[in-house]
């Protein structure tokens, strides 16, 4: 079946109950779901004792043809979350259930079977891809494994990969390190989908390319997902980004789920402290706004130390943190506050509700590194 | 975490398609390095006539002839003879089958086991990759001629012996450095895309990692038949090489050290035979290993 | 062609055609940086805005004389009428010592891992002023306050890999202010943070820049950074400054359709999430194979046959602007007739 009859089908799938990929003897789950994660962990153990909390408790559930954006900066665990969902590293706790199958149980070679239905794009576009070998050699890999295509089917499919991902067939020839990133990036979508895959994870696949470039992989990959039906796990640290390709979206930190829900609602009401000052982080190309916002709100950030070990584990960085003992004493969990939007924090706040409490607050701290919070940006959406 | 960017190598000047470093064209392009040529052409010098040994050698090596013991180089003798008359230039090009088919036999063994054993315990990882690389240590830590005295005594010196004891010797070496040239792989994103293409684990250390860790491998593989040339040529000077008649290089100067004094000729040209074949592998090794990279080949 | 925009008594820096080029060994050398003209006022703002490849790292690199040989730089750089380019190797490390200070991207590889991370300021300050090692270590321990280390005094001693990297850019600031330069050249000194950082870090770049009266050029391929912390902008593309503008114009109304485009692709936090994000085809040139004519007429969706065979001139619109196309004057009078 070519690569386009299959997606039909399986954009028609998306609505009725039945899924063409279900296995034998599989777990009870609601046939919408694709992928999800079950109270995942992932803990490195150091010499001297100390254990790294990589992934701490993630669950989440991936709905079947939608984006699910997971977004982080350093040390919250979201490039370790997107490995532990294609079983590339095992976890420490919970398990990762695959269109019913439970990934974390499977041996070893029916997980490569299994490897065919979900795929990963990189972020370092040069670095995915073997150097010594050439554009036609890493796409065909895949096909000459998984599916024993040869000679001229090979070639076929492999022209038809290309295109898909709009690179001309003549780039079969070249070596990775004789191309552009975009390009080797687009090498890497396209051996993504050689065996024609439902889920795709994308690690920071945009983060280290141009900003020309990167409109045009994001294009690029919007209208693959339309094309064939792909169901995507967005993972970036630009939260602007997220924001467009997503439809559900779920913030990161230290290892937790912070604050997750469905994507406009995230935007247009964030709760948590830290996704307000993810909001407000993010430098936009408008100088006048800008300076609007001369004394952004962010939280303390690099000046924080370092991550408490209990309680909450944002309340080094939080302004709002240090006025509560339970703060201080209890871990706060993901709590749904309104239908799907769940916010882990004892004081959620709106951006009104954070202003007005830091503009009380700012007379009272004495803030040594002398930087004054006082505005919090909720940005004007369009309604789309 | 960094928003870094995939640099677009701004002053290299980018390949055209159809000038890559393919394998055939490999040769064209070590003509264009004056060391590459050199290094290359005096190895296949010394193959060719060391293959070539019972048609162009003047004379039978093991052609006694006590009239005629040491004369110096003359016009009959290019190398002059020794001590029992025979043509040194016929024994050094019969002693070179022995010298350069112990060295290259001895190089393949250890590349290959070598290559098998490091890959191997690099992708355990774990106590396995500890239990191997420790055996290692420990056969390294024993003097090699040591080794090889104790080995010899105990199996022997004819050709296929030695060939194999050397080749064991040299083993651990290359498997160490297999092993740190598949951990360097391992840890790169291609490497985890053939996992997450399903791609099983063996075809993915041969088939992936091992063109990459090529160059290196490539290198070592003659500086390796550098190494078993001196071995093999040092256990031949003390006696315990292919037995006599046949005489490799290191027989020659063995032979030649007790006439230092009495006939210099004698134990120079076998030494210098043994330099140059030295150094022409160390050369050849590194100038393929710096062509075989396809980045730094322009 | 460069442009005064205010008297000389207050231009620090000028720069006059400035080209960088590396010898080949076979060929023409190939010339990231192509004739750079702008200058830089005392406590001025100036951006260097572009993708990789444009150039911009090595133009900054190439101010300092820092670019590894074998190089030949051309054209001038004038720092208070000397020429930095003709300056002898012991006289440009005075001035480096002591006028113009550089950040770089990555602190950590610019920050010695083996002294501690008082020792390299003290030093710095050192080179810079005669003052004794009691004086020298009070300064670095008001320059770590300054930057927003906590605890300066038990700082000084910690090592750079002690630090997170917010904390490493910071220190890195302070060396670089150790020497009071008039002049900073910060060369994407928050692409490898984390955004929450970024945004720190720049609020402390700006704080400092206003206190000390610096004059600084800013290398980014942000447009919001930039946007947030520059006076005026300069957009490099394939080795050339194609367009240079006071940052509000810039934004509002860019003329050169490369910045246009470059602004239109930037994602931003309210775009219409149901619209293609607007991007521009193909990709940056390399050095060595530039386009004919201009050199962006291959993905301008504006080009025409004049601009695939003729070279466009930097031409100047409304006094201080000016873009590199050949329908400069009549883009700018459309978007501001629009705009307005």
Redesign the interface.
């Known amino acids: 079946m070519s690569l386009r009859a299959r997606a039909s089908e399986r954009v028609e799938c998306r609505g009725s109950m039945m899924t063409p990929h279900q296995t034998a003897g599989a777990e009870a789950s609601p046939p919408n779901v694709i992928a999800s994660a079950d109270d995942l962990s992932r803990h490195y153990a150091l010499r001297g004792g100390d254990v790294v909390r990589a992934v701490d408790g993630v669950s989440f559930k991936v709905q079947r043809g939608e984006t699910f954006g997971l977004v982080g900066?350093?040390?919250s665990g979201k490039s370790t979350v997107a490995?532990l969902l294609?079983r590339?590293e095992r976890p420490t706790a919970g398990r990762v259930v695959f269109d019913g199958t439970d990934l974390t149980r499977l041996g070893d070679r029916e997980?490569?079977?299994?490897?065919?239905h979900m795929?990963?794009v990189?972020?370092?576009?040069?670095?995915?891809?073997?150097?010594?070998?050439?554009v036609e050699q890493i796409i065909g890999?895949?096909l000459k494994?998984?599916l024993g295509l040869k000679g001229e089917a090979r070639a076929t499919r492999i022209r038809e990969l290309l295109d898909l991902v709009g690179l001309r067939p003549?780039l079969g020839?070249?070596?990775p390190?004789?191309m552009?990133?975009?390009?080797?990036q687009r090498v890497?979508i396209a051996?993504a989908l050689?065996?024609d895959p439902e889920f795709i994870v994308l690690d920071e696949a945009v983060?280290?390319?141009?900003?020309?470039?990167?409109?045009?992989i994001?294009?690029l990959l919007?209208?693959l997902q339309q094309r064939l039906g792909l169901t995507y796990l967005f993972v970036s640290?630009?939260?602007?980004?997220v924001?467009?390709m997503s439809t559900t979206v779920a913030v990161m930190y230290q290892g937790r789920i912070v604050e997750s829900g469905p994507?406009d609602r995230l935007?247009e009401n964030p709760l948590h402290p830290y996704t307000h000052?993810?909001?407000?982080?993010?430098?936009?190309?408008?100088?006048?706004e800008?300076?609007a916002r001369s004394e952004?709100w962010?939280?303390?950030?690099?000046?924080a130390?370092a991550v408490p070990k209990t309680g909450c584990r944002f309340r080094a960085r939080c302004p709002l943190g240090t006025m509560s003992e339970k703060c201080e004493k209890e871990d706060p969990q993901l709590v749904e506050v309104s239908p799907d939007h769940r916010v882990a924090c004892h004081f959620p706040q709106s951006a009104e509700s954070i202003a007005i409490r830091l503009s009380k607050s700012t007379d009272a701290n004495a803030d040594?590194?002398?930087?004054v919070p006082s505005l919090v940006r909720t940005?004007?959406?369009?309604q789309? | 975490m960094s928003a870094t960017m995939a640099e677009v190598p701004s002053t290299r000047p980018r390949d055209d398609v159809g000038e890559l470093p393919a394998t055939q064209r490999l040769l064209t392009r070590l003509m264009h390095r004056p060391l590459g040529v050199v290094s290359l052409a005096i190895l296949v010098l010394l193959v060719v006539s060391a293959v070539f040994a019972p048609l162009i050698a003047p004379h039978s090596p093991n052609a006694i002839s006590v009239v005629d013991r040491f004369h110096g180089p003359s016009s009959a003798h290019w190398f002059g003879t020794d001590e029992l008359g025979r043509d040194l230039l016929s024994r050094l090009l019969f002693g070179g089958r022995i010298a350069l088919g112990i060295s290259f036999g001895a190089a393949a063994i250890s590349t290959i086991l070598g290559v098998l054993w490091g890959f191997f315990a690099g992708q355990a990882g774990g106590l396995l990759d500890e239990l191997l690389m420790r055996t290692v240590d420990v056969v390294m830590a024993i003097p090699v001629i040591l080794f090889a005295l104790v080995l010899v005594a105990a199996f022997g010196s004819d050709l296929p012996t030695l060939i194999v004891i050397i080749g064991l010797l040299l083993t651990p070496a290359s498997a160490r450095l297999a092993r740190s040239a598949v951990l360097a792989e391992i840890r790169s994103d291609y490497y985890r895309a053939a996992v997450a293409l399903g791609i099983p684990r063996v075809r993915i250390l041969f088939g992936e990692l091992l063109p990459n860790a090529a160059p290196v491998i490539i290198a070592r593989t003659a500086l390796a038949a550098a190494d078993a040339m001196i071995i093999e040529a040092s256990l031949s000077f003390i006696g315990l090489g292919v037995p006599p008649p046949s005489a490799s290089w290191g027989t020659l100067v063995k032979d030649g050290y007790s006439q230092i004094f009495h006939a210099l000729y004698y134990v120079v040209f076998p030494g210098a035979v043994i330099l140059l074949a030295i150094w022409a592998l160390n050369t050849l090794g590194d100038q393929l290993q710096e062509l075989l990279d396809p980045r730094t080949s322009r | 062609m460069s442009t005064m925009r205010s008297d000389q008594s207050t231009t620090l820096l000028m720069v006059d055609q400035l080209s960088v080029g590396f010898p080949r060994k076979h060929g023409e050398p190939v010339t990231p940086v192509r004739g750079v003209s702008f200058s830089l006022d005392r406590g001025q703002r100036l951006g260097i805005v572009g993708e990789s490849g444009s150039g911009k790292s090595l133009t900054a690199l190439a101010l300092m004389r820092l670019v590894h040989e074998p190089v030949a730089l051309g054209g001038r750089v004038l720092l208070d009428d000397t020429d930095l380019l003709g300056l002898s190797p012991r006289d440009m490390a005075s001035v480096r010592a002591h006028r113009m200070s550089l950040i770089y991207q990555d602190p950590m590889s610019a920050l010695n891992p083996v002294f501690t991370v008082g020792k390299q300021i003290i030093e710095a300050v050192r080179l810079a002023h005669d003052v004794s090692a009691k004086e020298a270590q009070a300064r670095a321990i008001d320059l770590l306050a300054d930057v927003g280390v906590p605890e300066p005094m038990r700082r000084i001693g910690s090592y750079p890999h002690e630090f997170s990297g917010g904390m490493r850019q910071r220190v890195m600031i302070a060396m670089a202010l150790a020497s009071d330069p008039d002049v900073l050249i910060a060369d994407e000194p928050t692409t490898a943070l984390d955004v929450t950082t970024q945004a720190r870090v720049m609020e402390l770049l700006s704080r400092i820049v206003a206190d000390r009266h610096l004059a600084v050029i800013l290398i980014t391929h942000d447009l919001g950074v930039a946007a947030g912390f520059c006076d005026e902008v300069e957009v490099m593309y394939a080795g050339r400054i194609v367009e240079s503008s006071p940052v509000d114009d810039l934004y509002a109304h860019p003329v050169h359709p490369y910045a246009e485009a470059l602004l239109g692709a930037v994602c931003r936090l309210d775009v219409d999430t149901t619209q293609p994000v607007p991007s521009i085809g193909g990709q940056p040139p390399l050095p060595d194979r530039l386009p004919s004519g201009c050199t962006f007429h291959p993905r301008c969706p504006y080009a025409t046959q004049r601009c695939a065979v003729e070279t466009p001139v930097p031409i100047t619109i409304e006094g201080v602007r000016f873009a590199e196309c050949h329908y400069a004057r009549e883009r700018a009078s459309v978007s501001s007739v629009g705009g307005q």
């Open positions: 900066e350093s040390g490995r294609l590339l997980l490569r079977r299994q490897r065919r795929q990963l990189f972020q370092d576009p040069f670095g995915a891809l073997n150097r010594r070998k050439t890999l895949p494994v998984h003549e020839n070249r070596y390190h004789q552009s990133g975009g390009q080797c890497g051996r050689a065996l983060s280290a390319v141009d900003v020309s470039i990167r409109a045009q994001l294009n919007r209208d640290h630009d939260l602007a980004i924001r467009y994507r935007f000052s993810l909001m407000s982080a993010i430098p936009v190309p408008d100088p006048a800008e300076r952004k962010v939280d303390r950030a690099d000046e130390g040594g590194c002398g930087d940005p004007e959406l369009r789309t």
